[in-house]
T-cell receptor, first 114, second 117 residues
Framework: GENVEQHPSTLSVQEGDSAVIKCTYS??????FPWYKQELGKRPQLIID?????GEKKDQRIAVTLNKTAKHFSLHITETQPEDSAVYFC?????????????FGKGTHLIIQP | GAVVSQHPSRVICKSGTSVKIECRSL??????MFWYRQFPKQSLMLMAT?????????EQGVEKDKFLINHASLTLSTLTVTSAHPEDSSFYIC?????????????FGEGSRLTVL
């Protein structure tokens, strides 16, 4: 099955600086890569996703890049703000559509220092 | 977006009792729902895939007789933790995808925090 590795486990950055979280996956057939933000005790919220036919996607301060050859994808958050503090999970799925569940990374606790 | 609702949000039970958690898709039909478990400060681990009208598919290491899943309609899936023990205490989250849109995006319920005494 799919295996997703995520680094770092904890990331502390100064407010206004950029944050980068990296993930690798094992299944070359994976074609959908979402990123979720989870605040303590709450449900994960999708913040951005990318499919294997795209190399980069951006939404305001958030961007995701995908390198299919190397089987890794990254989340970039620019101009970080205190409300960005949360746990971020990357995930991957190896089949199309919604028939299969996602495999999640272990999560990154992002701390924005004021 | 699509809305997935989960109930109860918190439940405390005695060891040996059974607990049922409901997951509903409020504004869309979900042929497939997924149940995840999340221990404190850990990731979401897929437990099983719930398919409407058929048996659930369980991940390796998940006891199907302990975690009973029923997906009786296109908007409701239930997870029953049978004979619960303290080690079953966890955050259980369901999710569903919009079959009609087939984008692969998962929508999560609010989660249910189970504490077994």
């Amino acid at each position: 099955g799919e295996n997703v590795e995520q680094h770092p486990s904890t990331l502390s950055v100064q407010e206004g600086d950029s944050a980068v979280i990296k993930c690798t996956y094992s299944d070359s057939a994976s074609n959908y890569f979402p990123w979720y933000k989870q605040e303590l005790g709450k449900r994960p919220q999708l913040i951005i996703d990318i499919r294997s036919n795209v190399g980069e996607k951006k939404d305001q301060r958030i961007a995701v890049t995908l390198n299919k050859t190397a089987k890794h994808f990254s989340l970039h958050i620019t101009e970080t703000q205190p409300e960005d503090s949360a746990v971020y999970f990357c995930a991957a799925r190896s089949s199309g559509g919604g028939a299969d569940g996602l495999t999640f990374g272990k999560g990154t606790h992002l701390i924005i220092q004021p | 977006g699509a809305v997935v609702s989960q109930h109860p949000s918190r439940v405390i039970c005695k060891s040996g009792t059974s607990v049922k958690i409901e997951c509903r898709s409020l504004d869309f039909q979900a042929t497939t729902m997924f149940w995840y478990r999340q221990f404190p400060k850990q990731s979401l681990m897929l437990m099983a895939t719930s398919n409407e009208g058929s048996k659930a598919t369980y991940e390796q290491g998940v006891e199907k007789d302990k975690f009973l899943i029923n997906h009786a309609s296109l908007t409701l899936s239930t997870l029953t933790v049978t004979s619960a023990h303290p080690e079953d205490s966890s955050f259980y989250i369901c999710s569903a995808s919009l079959a009609a849109r087939n984008t692969g995006e998962l929508f999560f319920g609010e989660g249910s925090r189970l504490t077994v005494l």
